[in-house]
C-alpha cells in the first residue's frame, strides 16, 4: 500500500514538492494524485525543513521515548515512556501505519509492538528517531 512508502520517502529526505512524491510513488507502482499525497502528508503531520518534507518532531507524539530495544528475534520493539503515556505512544505508532508493524498493546509505561521482520523493525526504529 502506498501509505507505507511514503513515510519511508519522506525519511530520505529528498523530496521538495509533493510533485516529487507522487512521481516517486508511481514508479513504484502506485498511482496517486497531489491531492492525495497533499492530505496524507497532512495526517502524518509532515512539514518542510530547509526546503525538504520531513515527519513531525517528537513533541508531536505527545509523549516521550525514553528508550526502544528490539527483541533479538526481531519480532518484538519494546518502548518504554513516562508513566500514564503508553497508550498515546501506541496510538501514534499505530498511526503510523508502517510495513510490518502489525500492531501495539500498551501498559503503562510499556509499549510492545509487533513486528513482521527484523526490517519492520528498522523502519520503526528510523521512524521514531526522526520524531
Not at 47 to 60: E, F, I, M, Q
Not at 73 to 86: G, N, Q, R, V, W
Not at 111 to 124: K, P, Y
Request: contains cysteine; hydrophobic residues 45%.
Amino acid at each position: 500500500m502506498w501509505r507505507t512508502l511514503l513515510p519511508d520517502l519522506i525519511l530520505s529526505g529528498a523530496f521538495r514538492t509533493q510533485s516529487e512524491l507522487v512521481r516517486a510513488l508511481d514508479q513504484q507502482g502506485h498511482p496517486v494524485t497531489q491531492a492525495t499525497v497533499s492530505r496524507e502528508l497532512k495526517a502524518l503531520g509532515v512539514t518542510k525543513v530547509d526546503g525538504v518534507y520531513a515527519l513531525a518532531s517528537s513533541d508531536d507524539i505527545g509523549a516521550p521515548i525514553r528508550s526502544m530495544n528490539l527483541a533479538p528475534h526481531a519480532s518484538l520493539c519494546i518502548l518504554k515512556t513516562d508513566p500514564a503515556h503508553a497508550s498515546v505512544l501506541a496510538q501514534f505508532v499505530d498511526g503510523m501505519d508502517l510495513d510490518g508493524v502489525f500492531g501495539t498493546i500498551a501498559g503503562d509505561d510499556t509499549v510492545f509492538v509487533a513486528l513482521r521482520d527484523a526490517g519492520a523493525g528498522e523502519r520503526l526504529t528510523r521512524a521514531l528517531r526522526r520524531r
